[in-house]
């Protein structure tokens, strides 16, 4: 379970995210809303351990998270808005690179095992990835969380400028690594995907979590209006 | 976690286009300086071995008066060094070769740089340049983006929750940029070590010099790829990264190691050769302290001869009196110069001394006064050379001047006394060795614990100051 208990980050007098308390269970697929600057990237890199909080904890399964305590790190994966990954290596060779860095090592067969469940064609496997399409990228950014066997998916913004076709092969995975067990929080902009892929959606104004939903209760024109409001008010 | 950094590192260098063209590059400049190192070489070296072979017979076919012999005198030829061809170091600029008189101390004279043309007024292409100046830029372009490329693509935030610290990334983005400038410049230290090897007279190849030439390069480059790593590592984008680092390469590489040399020129002035001369004949003229002039010195050599002897005049005395007067006035000679040439020398120390603390500063002075002190051709190797050459001189002329003094036959026939092939080749000739390495480390203490010490800020500075801002990325 991914925890935030008072999660407070301030830079110089500046709260970018104000006491935040979320919980994202086992199997959910949690979405956080909000313009930029709302602190979703702040979320994010906090229960990532990449920044200090100034005060409050976030937790992966009890265990607390940090930049000093690099340890909590194994439970979690991410993936970035914008995949790049290495261009002149191939798919199989960055996923085996990212693998090692997280402590696994693969064979081929099981490297490839991995790409080919996040619906990479065999083809593709030995091509660099500067020729890879941005949705192709994104896969292998989620072969990489996968083959890290990490408790929790945390994305940021991950179907930014991917094509519909991407976004829904995209959005499909995403729900299989729920049902997978998976605990996932994505940050986006995208109100639609995030009713589609989600079972609870947060949507964050100016450092605070203004509402927490579950997406059984809401509808995208619905959802669309309230985030409306919210950062019109 | 470093191992698989690396060896990532490595992978991707080696698959982009950079490499190639800097391999390209290289090895033209390698090849280009390598041929005119190689030729100069030879040529400098056949012209000392025939100038010395010419002089040699030239002197041994005489028949003369010793006292003219001594004026006709010779002259010795400071021998190439077999790592010259690395580095030329100062040889260009010092003199090569030294003048034996009677009545005359010489500096080194026939510098290259004042006999030729455009390469000394532009800037001569040597491996030493290539090994000084093109493989740091080289390792410019291979590691400014190694750790801001990572930050401007995301993959930073990857690495970081795949569980690899920034002190892990750091170091292995490190050893990737160092082996793969390693990997490229197989070719140069192969040069390094195989070129001087084949043209040392046999059994005496210096290997000991080219090791440590070698060893200290090596630790150099480390430096500078340790540098620039920490640069990309600091700096928010690549394009920034290498603004910094190209500035920091003018900086180290091209300001410095001038501004600190006319520094420590400033600080030590050295006479000019004609105040030097004018200094020295003066002293001869009129005593070191000014009390003993050298008619006073001349009565006094009289007056002590003639008492040795028991005789009232010289005419009496059963040698050749000019002999000693004039080997007499080679001692003083001798003892003014070296008086003189220490105040000079010990100006040149400090001179180095100085710039062995600026190399604290800038680890490329210091690199470049190890390796022309590895390489031989160094201030301390040239004045080691002009300091046996003068002995050489000083014992060649007392022995002229003692055949002159002692020798049958010279009191009565005075300046008509000859002598012939048998006496000139009996006389010893000029034998040189490089002086022992230990010394070169000694003299040059400084340079090395100055690189020591940009090795420990290094490691000091990615030990407690590797952590990077995510805040930043």
């Known amino acids: 379970m991914l925890q935030a208990i008072d999660l407070t980050k301030k830079y110089n007098n500046n709260i970018v995210l104000n006491k935040l308390n979320l919980n994202v269970e086992k199997g959910e697929v949690f979405c956080l809303l909000g313009q930029n600057g709302a602190g979703k990237t702040t979320t994010i890199n906090l229960l990532l351990g990449f920044i200090q909080a100034s005060s409050g904890e976030a937790r992966i399964n009890g265990e607390s998270i940090s930049p000093k305590k690099n340890k909590a790190r194994?439970?979690?994966?991410?993936?970035?808005?914008?995949?790049?990954?290495?261009?002149?290596?191939?798919?199989?060779?960055?996923?085996?690179?990212?693998?090692?860095?997280?402590?696994?090592?693969?064979?081929?067969?099981?490297?490839?095992?991995?790409?080919?469940?996040?619906?990479?064609?065999?083809?593709?496997?030995?091509?660099?990835?500067?020729?890879?399409?941005?949705?192709?990228?994104?896969?292998?950014?989620?072969?990489?969380?996968?083959?890290?066997?990490?408790?929790?998916?945390?994305?940021?913004?991950?179907t930014s400028g991917l094509d519909p076709k991407a976004i829904n092969e995209f959005t499909s995975l995403v729900k299989d690594l729920g049902q997978q067990g998976k605990t996932i929080l994505m940050a986006s902009h995208d109100i639609f995907n995030a009713v589609e892929v989600s079972t609870r959606i947060g949507i964050m104004r100016k450092g605070n979590l203004i509402h927490s939903l579950n997406t059984m209760d809401i509808n995208a024109p619905e959802l669309q209006q309230l985030y409306m409001d919210t950062n019109k008010s | 976690?470093?191992?698989?950094?690396?060896?990532?590192?490595?992978?991707?260098?080696?698959?982009?286009?950079?490499?190639?063209?800097?391999?390209?590059?290289?090895?033209?400049?390698?090849?280009?300086?390598?041929?005119?190192?190689?030729?100069?070489?030879?040529?400098?070296?056949?012209?000392?071995?025939?100038?010395?072979?010419?002089?040699?017979?030239?002197?041994?076919?005489?028949?003369?008066?010793?006292?003219?012999?001594?004026?006709?005198?010779?002259?010795?030829?400071?021998?190439?060094?077999?790592?010259?061809?690395?580095?030329?170091?100062?040889?260009?600029?010092?003199?090569?070769?030294?003048?034996?008189?009677?009545?005359?101390?010489?500096?080194?004279?026939?510098?290259?740089?004042?006999?030729?043309?455009?390469?000394?007024?532009?800037?001569?292409?040597?491996?030493?340049?290539?090994?000084?100046?093109?493989?740091?830029?080289?390792?410019?372009?291979?590691?400014?983006?190694?750790?801001?490329?990572?930050?401007?693509?995301?993959?930073?935030?990857?690495?970081?929750?795949?569980?690899?610290t920034s002190?892990?990334?750091?170091?292995?983005?490190?050893?990737?940029?160092?082996?793969?400038?390693?990997?490229?410049?197989?070719?140069?230290f192969l040069i390094l070590i195989i070129a001087p090897a084949l043209i040392a007279p046999t059994g005496n190849v210096p290997w000991l010099r080219i090791g440590s030439m070698l060893a200290s390069y090596l630790f150099f480059y480390f430096l500078i790829a340790g540098i620039v790593v920490w640069v990309s590592a600091r700096m928010s984008s690549s394009k920034a990264s290498l603004q910094v680092s190209l500035w920091g390469w003018v900086i180290l590489c091209v300001l410095l190691p001038r501004l600190f040399a006319g520094i420590a020129d400033s600080a030590h002035p050295l006479p000019s050769r004609n105040t030097f001369n004018e200094g020295i004949d003066r002293a001869y003229a009129e005593g070191l302290d000014g009390n003993q002039g050298r008619k006073e010195r001349s009565e006094a050599l009289k007056k002590e001869t003639l008492a040795k002897y028991g005789?009232?005049?010289?005419?009496?005395?059963?040698?050749?009196?000019?002999?000693?007067?004039?080997?007499?006035?080679?001692?003083?000679?001798?003892?003014?110069?070296?008086?003189?040439?220490?105040?000079?020398?010990?100006?040149?120390?400090?001179?180095?001394?100085?710039?062995?603390?600026?190399?604290?500063?800038?680890?490329?002075?210091?690199?470049?006064?190890?390796s022309m002190g590895y390489a031989g051709t160094d201030y301390l190797h040239h004045s080691h050379f002009h300091h046996r050459a003068k002995q050489y001189r000083d014992d060649f002329i007392r022995a002229l001047n003692m055949e002159m003094a002692y020798a049958e036959g010279s009191r009565e026939l005075k300046y008509e006394y000859k002598v012939g092939n048998d006496f000139f080749e009996k006389m010893e000739g000029f034998e040189y060795q490089l002086p022992p390495i230990r010394q070169m480390y000694s003299f040059y203490i400084l340079p090395i614990c100055a690189l020591l010490v940009w090795g420990f800020i290094l490691f000091a500075t990615l030990r407690w100051g590797s952590n990077l801002k995510p805040d930043s990325v």
């Open chain 2, 167 to 188: 002190r892990q990334l750091i170091w292995g983005k490190l050893w990737g940029v160092y082996l793969t400038t390693l990997l490229i410049c197989i070719p140069l």
């Open chain 1, 74 to 158: 194994k439970h979690l994966a991410y993936i970035p808005e914008v995949v790049t990954l290495y261009g002149n290596l191939s798919s199989l060779e960055n996923l085996d690179f990212f693998s090692r860095l997280a402590g696994f090592r693969y064979s081929k067969a099981e490297l490839e095992t991995i790409l080919g469940q996040v619906g990479l064609q065999p083809e593709a496997f030995h091509k660099q990835l500067g020729n890879y399409s941005k949705g192709m990228r994104q896969k292998v950014g989620i072969a990489i969380a996968l083959a890290k066997k990490a408790d929790a998916i945390l994305m940021d913004e991950p």
């Open chain 2, 311 to 370: 005789k009232d005049s010289i005419e009496n005395l059963p040698i050749n009196f000019d002999g000693l007067s004039m080997q007499s006035g080679e001692d003083y000679l001798s003892k003014v110069y070296d008086t003189y040439a220490k105040e000079v020398q010990g100006l040149i120390e400090e001179q180095n001394t100085m710039l062995g603390y600026l190399g604290l500063l800038d680890p490329v002075v210091a690199i470049r006064q190890l």
């Open chain 2, 1 to 164: 976690m470093v191992k698989n950094i690396l060896k990532k590192e490595i992978k991707t260098l080696l698959r982009g286009k950079a490499p190639y063209l800097l391999v390209g590059l290289l090895y033209l400049l390698v090849i280009a300086a390598f041929w005119g190192g190689y030729t100069s070489y030879k040529k400098t070296q056949g012209d000392k071995q025939r100038s010395t072979q010419k002089f040699e017979e030239e002197w041994v076919s005489q028949e003369a008066n010793p006292h003219s012999a001594a004026h006709f005198g010779t002259y010795l030829f400071k021998p190439n060094t077999a790592l010259e061809l690395i580095d030329k170091g100062l040889s260009d600029y010092m003199g090569n070769t030294y003048r034996v008189e009677a009545h005359h101390q010489y500096e080194m004279n026939y510098a290259a740089a004042r006999d030729n043309g455009s390469e000394f007024r532009f800037g001569e292409l040597t491996l030493a340049f290539i090994l000084q100046l093109f493989v740091p830029l080289m390792i410019i372009f291979l590691g400014f983006s190694s750790i801001s490329k990572e930050k401007e693509n995301s993959t930073l935030k990857i690495i970081w929750a795949q569980g690899a």
